[in-house]
């Protein structure tokens, strides 16, 4: 069978990563909530209204919750796809190497 086209998933998670905001709030957050302003701290360059429309995306996406006023943390599919990014950023840096 030939492939023209990839996957609707592969698409959605290609879009999320390609975008760099998210894929910093996704590297910057963990299973224990972090504060707002904590967060913006990490997340540098980005405006406060922007990190809230990508914390609500996420949010509606079930990568991260909010567990109190202001405190995000990742889901267990949030979790999943962090690993799936810092797995991509280690082949990333293995490729970097291995082209010297």
Do not use: C, P
Request: hydrophobic share 50%; net charge positive; aromatic share 6%.
């Amino acid at each position: 069978m030939v492939m023209r086209d990839l996957n609707i998933g592969t698409k959605v998670g290609l879009a999320l990563l390609n975008d760099r905001w998210y894929a910093l709030v996704l590297s910057n957050l963990g299973t224990e909530a972090v504060d707002f302003m904590v967060l913006r701290r990490r997340v540098r360059g980005l405006s406060t209204l922007k990190l809230l429309t990508v914390l609500a995306k996420m949010q509606q996406l079930g990568l991260i919750s909010e567990e109190a006023h202001y405190q995000y943390r990742l889901t267990a599919t949030g979790a999943e796809l962090g690993q799936s990014l810092a797995e991509l950023e280690a082949w990333g840096d293995r490729m970097i190497v291995g082209m010297r």
